[in-house]
């Protein structure tokens, strides 16, 4: 199984909105396992397919200690926000190394549809709620850096550009002998 190359702010790609899942075929499950396994291999508690350059609505997330509880949401819709908020320390794979507070709905209601197709909804909160909402922005074309300051944004930004042109960020997936450090 290869790991698939997670695409880095501010790169343009994860400002695309992506497609709904028209039929759960083969291809939708070879995808969710792609994902899980770039996921755990990057650890990560969550991942979209924007991510990953693949625009289309789907969503793997494990936000268990143990990561044995393997979650993936397919055309996943928000069908309730709480009133009141949370705030939660938020680090995103394709911001590495930066971590903000952001304020999001603390209960959420979500529909998805499962391997057979059909729709199934549940409701979450804490980890999984914030998780649940990050991932859906993704696939929105948005970032956890787009609900903080424009002055911390334009920081990271800068900070991320710098980054990748000394090479520091080169993308682990690309680089032709790349060893895994762990
Ligand atoms: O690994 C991740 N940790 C995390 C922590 C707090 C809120 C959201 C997240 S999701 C992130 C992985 C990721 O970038 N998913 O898109
Ligand atoms: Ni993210």
């Known amino acids: 199984m290869n790991k698939l190359e997670v695409l880095h702010f501010p790169d343009k790609r994860l400002r695309?909105?992506?497609?709904?899942?028209?039929?759960?075929?083969?291809?939708?499950?070879d995808i969710i396992e792609q994902m899980f396994f770039t996921m755990y291999e990057e650890k990560g508690i969550g991942l979209a397919a924007t991510q990953v350059n693949?625009?289309?609505?789907?969503?793997?997330?494990?936000?268990s200690e143990k990561k044995d509880e393997k979650i993936f949401l397919i055309n996943p819709e928000i069908l309730?926000?709480?009133?009141?908020?949370?705030?939660?320390?938020e680090g995103c794979l394709s911001v590495p190394?930066?971590?903000?507070?952001?304020?999001?709905?603390?209960?959420?209601k979500v529909s998805s549809l499962n391997l057979?197709?059909?729709?199934?909804?549940?409701?979450?909160?804490?980890?999984?709620?914030?998780c649940i909402q990050h991932e859906i922005d993704h696939l929105n074309g948005k970032l956890f850096v787009d609900h903080i300051s424009k002055l911390k944004k334009s920081r990271?930004?800068?900070?991320?550009?710098k980054l990748?042109?000394?090479?520091?960020?080169?993308?682990?997936?690309?680089?032709?002998?790349?060893k895994s450090a762990t």
């Open 97 to 108: 190394g930066f971590y903000e507070t952001v304020s999001r709905p603390k209960n959420i």
């Open 80 to 89: 309730f926000l709480s009133e009141d908020n949370d705030e939660m320390e």
């Open 116 to 130: 057979d197709g059909d729709l199934f909804e549940f409701e979450a909160n804490g980890l999984l709620s914030t």
């Open 54 to 63: 693949i625009h289309k609505r789907i969503i793997v997330i494990d936000v």
């Open 156 to 161: 990271i930004e800068k900070k991320i550009t």
């Open 16 to 29: 695309k909105v992506a497609e709904p899942i028209k039929k759960v075929d083969q291809g939708v499950k």
């Open 164 to 178: 990748k042109k000394e090479g520091a960020l080169a993308s682990r997936a690309s680089a032709p002998n790349y």
